[in-house]
């Protein structure tokens, strides 16, 4: 079946560090932009990041910028969220998607095609 499957996630102290996957199941992911996205209780779904086809373009919400960093490997049809420095806030449910972008370079998918199953993040001392 065509479909996202993410892991990781899971519970660690303030200033610890998780690394999430969003591996694609039947289909490449070389002809989709990504985005990871979180809502946490009480709050509205917002934006994390996104990263282009390429690569070559990647952007972040202010409150995450220069803590997290996504990427991808073509090879394992796979895309990574690397989140450091963690803080309370951050706990949330966090979801990848993908879809294809209006252009190539954006980061930004035009439309979501596909959901991940979302992974519980949970930042507590």
């Known amino acids: 079946q065509l479909q996202l499957v993410q892991s990781g996630g899971g519970l660690v102290q303030p200033g610890g560090s998780l690394t999430l996957s969003c591996a694609a199941s039947?289909?490449?992911?070389?002809?989709?932009?990504i985005g990871w996205f979180r809502q946490a209780p009480g709050k509205a779904h917002e934006g994390v990041s996104c990263i282009s086809i390429s690569g070559g373009r990647t952007n972040y919400r202010d409150s995450v910028k220069g803590r997290f960093t996504i990427s991808r490997d073509n090879a394992k049809n796979t895309v990574y969220l690397q989140m450091n420095s963690l803080k309370p806030e951050d706990t949330a449910v966090y979801s990848c998607a993908a879809g294809p972008p209006s252009d190539q370079a954006q980061c930004a998918p035009d439309r979501i095609d596909y959901w991940g199953q979302g992974t519980q993040v949970t930042v507590s001392s």
């Open positions: 039947g289909f490449s992911l070389d002809s989709y932009a």
